[in-house]
């Protein structure tokens, strides 16, 4: 069975960092693509960023790209999600997902961890 687990979301000043990270397990994790999605309050889930399973190619939403960085340990069945120059409207509960394309298309991931809260304030 295959579970992902988020972590490292907190509170955080405009301006600040954050690293995400989310542990796989289950299935091979180095053979599949990671996502990270985010849903802010009132609104869909949207992409914002993902890393293929091959040569670890990454993709941004443009609302995140330059600040936040997506990378993999395949050794450690882990992918993070570092967050930069954070904004208020970076504020979400973040998601990582797990499938076979680095896309933005959510019905490409078929598994999904539970997600964590990251607020950030003005």
């Known amino acids: 069975q295959v579970q992902l687990v988020e972590s490292g979301g907190g509170l955080v000043q405009a301006g600040g960092s954050l690293r995400l990270s989310c542990a796989a397990s289950?299935?091979?994790?180095?053979?599949?693509?990671m996502g990270w999605f985010r849903q802010a309050p009132g609104k869909e889930r949207e992409f914002a960023a993902a890393?293929?399973?091959?040569?670890?190619?990454?993709f941004y939403a443009d609302s995140v790209k330059g600040r936040f960085t997506v990378s993999r340990d395949n050794a450690k069945n882990t992918v993070y999600l570092q967050m930069n120059s954070l904004k208020p409207e970076d504020t979400a509960v973040y998601y990582c997902?797990?499938?076979?394309?680095?896309?933005?298309?959510?019905?490409?991931?078929?598994?999904w961890g539970q997600g964590t809260q990251v607020t950030v304030s003005s």
């Open positions: 997902a797990q499938g076979d394309a680095a896309v933005s298309s959510e019905k490409r991931y078929d598994y």
């Open positions: 289950g299935r091979t994790f180095s053979r599949y693509a």
């Open positions: 890393i293929s399973w091959r040569e670890s190619r990454t």
